[in-house]
T-cell receptor, first 113, second 112 residues
Framework: DQQVKQNSPSLSVQEGRISILNCDYT??????FLWYKKYPAEGPTFLIS?????DKNEDGRFTVFLNKSAKHLSLHIVPSQPGDSAVYFC????????????FGKGTRLSVIA | DTGVSQNPRHKITKRGQNVTFRCDPI?????LYWYRQTLGQGPEFLTY????????KSRLLSDRFSAERPKGSFSTLEIQRTEQGDSAMYLC??????????FGPGTRLTVL
């Protein structure tokens, strides 16, 4: 059973436009959510996180939105750059981040120049 | 460099052999995690330590797998009697409680 779902395996966006990556979760005990970026032959790199007490967190070009009632979060990248091309993983945790992270299958983002 | 390091980066072995991987976490982090990633999947949790204590093991961690963190610093993951289904990227990560994980580059295992 997939507790964290990323239903889009891939996404292509033009440089300068907005990239929106989506993630759904099923476990209502999750209260801490993170996005990771992964390049080939490297480990995942932490990008941005959000606690369930917030509905938005922003860091430069990256914004994460959380809709607790829908059990949905999204990552917005504005403006998208070719260097953003990577696989993006959504992850969730319970007890304020004190349980092991559960990851989605990832979305491959391609930013086209 | 104060990131998480893993050795070796690649390991090719024959079915039935034993393999051992090492992870050196960020020195200030007291939690250390092992994850496994196969093609088209996200990282899957295997086990984690707080200092030298192994606090949780996934049901993915069969009895052929054993992990140790003897002095609360580096960790080893051993797979005995490897099978072709063990072929994967094995990722180590470290953290403080309640914060995001910092991953190493991974060890890619290929079982022939």
């Amino acid at each position: 059973d997939q507790q964290v779902k990323q239903n889009s395996p891939s996404l292509s966006v033009q440089e300068g436009r907005i990239s929106i990556l989506n993630c759904d979760y099923t476990n209502s005990m999750f209260d801490y959510f993170l996005w990771y970026k992964k390049y080939p032959a490297e480990g995942p790199t932490f990008l941005i996180s959000i606690s369930s007490i917030k509905d938005k967190n922003e860091d430069g070009r990256f914004t994460v939105f959380l809709n607790k009632s829908a059990k949905h979060l999204s990552l917005h990248i504005v403006p998208s750059q070719p260097g953003d091309s990577a696989v993006y993983f959504c992850a969730a945790s319970g007890r304020s981040g004190n349980t092991p992270l559960v990851f989605g299958k990832g979305t491959r983002l391609s930013v086209i120049a | 460099d104060t990131g998480v390091s893993q050795n070796p980066r690649h390991k090719i072995t024959k079915r039935g052999q034993n393999v051992t991987f090492r992870c050196d976490p960020i020195s200030e982090h007291n939690r250390l995690y092992w994850y496994r990633q196969t093609l088209g999947q996200g990282p899957e949790f295997l086990t984690y330590f707080q200092n030298e204590a192994q606090l949780e093991k996934s049901r993915l961690l069969s009895d052929r797998f054993s992990a140790e963190r003897p002095k609360g610093s580096f960790s080893t993951l051993e797979i005995q009697r490897t099978e072709q289904g063990d072929s994967a990227m094995y990722l180590c990560a470290s953290s403080f409680p309640g914060l995001g994980l910092y991953f190493g580059p991974g060890t890619r295992l290929t079982v022939l």
